[in-house]
């Protein structure tokens, strides 16, 4: 009994019960090669911090502009050197120029100086895979090239979903004056009701927890107060920009296929010996979005 | 516009819009004294960590086997010298005996050894306060003497959900394989199918921070690997075990009030300046639980 104490709180890799249905865990394990894919390395984006290195796919069928400005500040160096702004609890994490406000902020050379929001897009035409879920923010909820999403309906408007890891960009008060220069990741439970008041370009796929665990900040909204506690950014670089043996070696599960649908319903109904009331129940946030070395 | 940028996500403490519904902030400066609660001393236990402290408050109206038991754990000394266990990102935090499945298990003294899960209550007879949220996993979301819950209906099921700072017993395979002795904290996003398939004895009111950044454990499910990596538990303690300059002064906000009913819907019509698409929506884990200093 002591040891089964240790198992506790049984996730995907746990052990399959004598049921029908199969667990997570058996779904991957029966996947084929085709319901993978590897992201382009043009999206992706490398944050080197001290302590690790944080791995994004952005997601530039949502936000074209938005994506277009972080290349171009990237492919410039501008992140590099900047810092750690920001760490609230149960929040967000963001970093960018600490002088951004001042006589002494870095220029962001060719990129734009302010965009657009890009805060949804239209349905239509976008491949969704819906999932049955009673949602608290979105009439409906899904998944679009494995990004979390939701939608009006088929003809309505569709957005990125603030789910734990989603990488945004930070604006003003006004709708317009995000650019890309200061980033932001969620690091708690879903604030869904940041969802489609800012322009979110992607998730992290590896090393979230770099950003996760770092020091929460002091002041308000989890501001560092004093730049002795700012965290360095080395660097910041798309993956099209890394020779390749610096590049992370990873495949993804594609959303729309009958794997992850099967992944969708094996973490709705828990088939695993641990679970004594199956919750026959998923929200869009808890839904995994499985990665593979490739 | 560069401060602006600094501002980004405009949480609890933002300005008020000149509208005329009210913002969180708002709710709660114009709160009455009576709208806040001092919790029991018997009710506070004190998780203290070479780094911080932890303080939570239990709730034994919901598991009160476990309250008890864990009571009798603490108040012999039965956690203190153990380990951290387990830190498992966007999940939980685990702490517990290293030895529990081995001959150096620490006795358990007059504790009992298992326990009949107290995965949920009755409905009828507890001040409900419902909240109005479309819910993936319930037919009805609110909140209970300051705890998030959720219920059937009003003769149903009563359960506490969990939420980010929630309080578990950790269990076994069968479902009375718990005693207290392994104990759990969410420090991620929301894992509400959980949700009566373990028990949950209370909540983080203050330090949970000491918990969330702590390292990720690089075994299986987050449990550290090898000993070096195991984080020492200093002690915990009962509120009524301390003496009174030691404890927590605190107050917390009543949720069977018009005032949380205020702040919850200043939380879902969102009245601050930086929202362009107020949200209109509110889920039960996204709720905040205030507390303000004694």
Do not use: K
């Not at 770099?210 to 360095?232: C, D, I, M, Q």
């Amino acid at each position: 009994m002591q040891r089964l104490l240790l198992l506790i709180i049984v996730a995907v890799a746990s052990q399959a019960a004598a049921q029908e249905r199969p667990t997570a865990a058996e779904v991957l394990a029966n996947s084929a090669p085709s319901d993978w894919r590897t992201p382009a390395p043009e999206n992706m984006l490398y944050l080197q911090l001290p302590h690790g290195r944080v791995v994004f796919e952005l997601a530039p069928q949502f936000a074209p502009l938005h994506s277009a400005n972080i290349r171009r500040l990237v492919g410039a160096g501008y992140f590099d050197g900047l810092s750690i702004l920001r760490s609230q609890d149960n929040y967000v994490v963001q970093w960018g120029d600490p002088d951004a406000d001042g006589d002494r902020a870095r220029p962001i050379g060719n990129a734009e100086p302010v965009l657009d929001g890009e805060f949804h897009t239209d349905a239509g035409g976008a491949s969704f895979t819906r999932i049955d879920s009673e949602d608290a923010y979105a009439p409906e909820v899904g998944f679009v090239d494995g990004f979390p999403a939701a939608r009006d309906g088929p003809d309505g408007r569709l957005w990125l979903t603030h789910c734990y890891g989603m990488l945004g960009v930070g604006r003003g008060n006004a709708a317009d004056s995000g650019n890309g220069a200061q980033l932001y990741v969620v690091t708690g439970h879903a604030p869904r009701h940041l969802d489609r008041n800012v322009t979110l370009v992607g998730r992290v796929i590896d090393g979230i927890e770099h950003l996760a665990t770092l020091p929460r900040g002091s002041g308000p909204l989890g501001f560092f107060e004093s730049s002795n506690e700012f965290v360095p950014v080395a660097s910041m670089r798309l993956g099209s920009a890394l020779p390749e043996d610096e590049r992370l070696q990873v495949e993804l599960l594609r959303t729309d296929t009958a794997t992850f649908s099967r992944l969708v319903e094996a973490r709705r109904h828990r088939a695993e010996e641990w679970f004594v009331d199956p919750v026959d129940a998923i929200e869009v946030c808890n839904v995994p979005l499985p990665a593979r070395p490739r």
